[in-house]
Structures are given as C-alpha cells and as structure tokens.
C-alpha cells in the first residue's frame, strides 16, 4: 500500500519558534489534509487544502497545497507548548481513498 | 453530535480468542473506515465501506471481517486473535473530501 513520504519524524523546539514540515508523494492527490493527533486520541483534523497552490491558515497554522499535487506544506508559527503532538497528513486520490504519513511528532520545550 | 464513537476503549485479548469492535457515527455520512495505527507506520487501512450494504478490503484485510450493520454502524470482527494485531484501531467517516476519526480502541493480544 501507499504511504505518504512525511518529515521530519520528529522535532524538539523551544516555545515562540516557528514550526515547518512536509509531506510529499509519488502520487498526484485531488485534496491533501493536516491532522494532529494527541496521546490516547484519534486523529483531528486541522486543515483540508482542495485546490493546486491553496494557501489556507487556521489561526497559527499554515498550510500549502503543491503546485505538482503530490506535495503538502504545514507550518505552526509561535509554537505553544499545547502544540506537542503528532501531525499527519493525508492525501486523497481521484479513486477516492485516503493515504496517510508516518507522522511528524512535535515536542515543544517551554 | 457525538461525531464518531468507539467502543471498547481498551481490549486485553488472548491468543484465539475472538471479539468485535463495534463504530458509530451520528453524521449521516455514507462511507465509513477501519484503520489500524502501529509505531512507526502511521494509519494503515484495513476495510472500509463506501455505503451502507457494501464492503471493500483495504491494505491490511487478513485476520478481519467487517459488517456495516447501518448507515450509522461499521463493526470490526477479529475471529481468532493473533499478537500480531496487536495496535491501535481507528474507525473514521468520511464526507465529501474529509475524513472524522473515532478515539481509537486499544487491543493488546497476548
């Protein structure tokens, strides 16, 4: 099956710093999706991106939709400590099926 | 709007032994999920069911059987437990391009 290649695996940073990570793929993908996941939690999701080039924010976060469709972009400016967690992204194709990353883990030292 | 419900929330099983993961969501949403998320692997898809009376494999089928008992309810069937399934089960539904995720239930197989 196909997983999203998704990086870093992991970041440790100082609260106020901003946050970058990626998602990228072999495959084109129709709709790409940011999701933070926390401790004994199902994934949330945190941003849907529909279109080649969109830029959307929610509040701090940031995120991109690659011109090539087989890229994704999330950004977190000014972390907080209730930022830690764990981002996925996922994609979904024309064949309507959903393909997940590793995950990015994200510590933040207050 | 509970949004999509699990239960149990954790599970010891024996090896053999068998039991079902019962999903629900309350969103009206035709397709529904079963994921399994192991360290390292991020969401792998295991069934999932794109209207109520239909059932497609996923990545990781062998070692399940699902029902999709209604539009509202997609069950999860281990038969005869191995270690090996030992993980995480996410259920999730799915509207137009996003996808809800349950809490997860927590199945240890000894």
């Known amino acids: 099956g196909q997983q999203l290649n998704q990086s870093p695996q992991s970041m440790f940073i100082q609260e106020g710093e901003d946050v970058s990570m990626n998602c990228t793929s072999s495959?084109?993908?129709?709709?790409w999706l940011w999701y933070k996941q926390e401790p004994g939690e199902g994934p949330v999701l945190l941003i849907a991106?529909?279109?080649?080039?969109e830029l959307t924010s929610n509040g701090r976060l940031t995120a991109q939709f690659g011109i090539t469709r087989k890229d994704s972009f999330l950004n977190i400016s000014a972390s907080i400590p209730s930022d830690v967690g764990i981002y996925f992204c996922?994609?979904?194709?024309?064949?309507?099926?959903?393909?997940f990353g590793t995950g990015t883990s994200l510590t933040v030292i207050p | 709007n509970a949004g999509v419900t699990q239960t149990p929330k954790f599970q010891v099983l024996k090896t053999g032994q068998s039991m079902t993961l019962q999903c629900a969501q309350d969103?009206?949403?035709?397709?529904m999920y079963w994921y399994r998320q192991d360290p390292g692997m991020g969401l792998r898809l295991i069934y999932y069911s794109a209207s109520e009376g239909t059932t497609d494999k996923g990545e990781v089928p062998n070692g399940y059987n699902v029902s999709r008992l209604n539009k509202r309810e997609f069950s999860l069937r281990l038969e005869s437990a191995a270690p090996s399934q030992t993980s995480v089960y996410f259920c999730?539904?799915?509207?137009?391009?996003?996808?809800?995720f349950g809490p997860g239930t927590r199945l240890t197989v000894l």
């Open positions: 495959s084109i993908f129709n709709t």
């Open positions: 991106l529909y279109k080649a080039g």
């Open positions: 999730a539904s799915h509207l137009r391009w996003e996808q809800f």
């Open positions: 969103m009206n949403h035709n397709s």
């Open positions: 996922a994609g979904l194709n024309t064949g309507n099926q959903f393909y």
